[in-house]
């Protein structure tokens, strides 16, 4: 016997148990993206091939007749091995690229060593991540989303606030040592000087006798002050081993300071792929433990 001869309109079928599963014609529509009136009509249409009603209509309930009780409970084990055979056949999907742009001194102080944590938890993801001193261009799709360091003020772009920072001026032992009045200040380029400028307004310290070097990316500002170059505004969050080994101390013995200041994540205004909501969701998990 051709076995298409007695099977159902496969759509009425599917739309037929969703119903069933839900007792709800809302929740099964919304679970099979379709609207309610599409869903009724698949279901009437099963109905009217096999010649019964399947379900009990009230006003605000439906319940299933005792036929149609029959049915789903026929139905849905076939409907769960098709479902389990097709995932059986389905290949292995390969690993989902997953582009971060950031600062370099953020990637290897910060988020570095904690990534394997991500990896292990999501191993067919894989992720890329580029350091730049400007702002990636996410909604051009150059990166996936970004990470910065800053107030949260760059235009069009939405930033989310991941974690505020804590700063203090930090230098090398020997250098806290012999330091002068008129010590060098050791700054990033990668960004305006508001670590500074706002640190010693906050403070009211004059900053004009001290000279400014300027320097490529942070990670060389934190390596410039161990090395004894220099005073440099230390980000707490990244520079916590240095402080803890000691190769880094308090410049000064005044309070952190604390403000807006912090890392944001930079995402476009349409919605992530799945690899970036499982970073983003890893990424703000992370940082509210941190």
């Known amino acids: 016997m051709a076995l ?6 496969l759509l009425a079928l599917r739309a037929f148990e969703a119903v069933a599963r839900h007792l709800s014609f809302i929740k099964a529509a919304n679970e099979l993206s379709v609207t309610q009136s599409a869903l009724s009509h698949h279901v009437q249409k099963l109905e009217q091939h096999l010649g019964k009603p399947l379900f009990i209509r009230r006003t605000r309930a439906i319940d299933l007749t005792v036929d149609g009780q029959h049915y789903y409970n026929e139905i849905r084990p076939a409907l769960d091995a098709i479902a389990t055979a097709t995932r059986h056949q389905k290949a292995v999907p390969g690993p989902s690229l997953l582009r971060v742009g950031l600062l370099a001194s953020f990637a290897t102080l ?26 990636a261009n996410v909604a051009g799709a150059e990166v996936d989303l970004a990470i910065r360091y800053g107030k949260g003020d760059w235009p069009d772009v939405h930033a ?8 203090s001026p930090v230098c090398s032992p020997a250098f806290k040592a012999g330091q002068s009045h008129d010590s060098p200040l050791l700054m990033a380029t990668s960004h305006r000087p508001f670590e500074w400028t706002d640190w010693s307004q906050h403070y009211q310290v ?4 001290h000279p400014r070097v300027m320097l490529h990316d942070y990670n060389i500002v934190v390596e410039a002050s161990v090395a004894g170059q220099g005073i440099a505004m230390g980000r707490h969050r990244l ?3 240095k402080l803890r080994d000691g190769s880094l101390v308090e410049a000064f013995d005044w309070p952190h ?3 807006e200041i912090g890392y944001w994540l930079i995402t476009p205004h349409s919605p992530p792929s799945e690899a970036a909501a499982c970073f983003i969701q890893w990424l703000q998990e992370t940082c509210a433990d941190a």
């Not at 910060?110 to 580029?130: D, G, K, S």
């Not at 004059?206 to 006798?209: H, Q, V, Y």
């Open 160 to 167: 989310t606030r991941l974690m505020t920072e804590t700063l």
């Open 257 to 259: 300071y604390h403000s």
């Open 239 to 241: 520079i916590q081993r």
């Open 4 to 9: 298409h001869k007695d099977l159902p309109p």
């Open 110 to 135: 910060w988020l570095a060593p904690r990534l394997a944590e991500f990896l292990n938890r999501y191993p067919h993801i894989q992720v890329e991540l580029l350091p730049a001193i400007q702002l």
């Open 206 to 209: 004059d900053l004009e006798r």
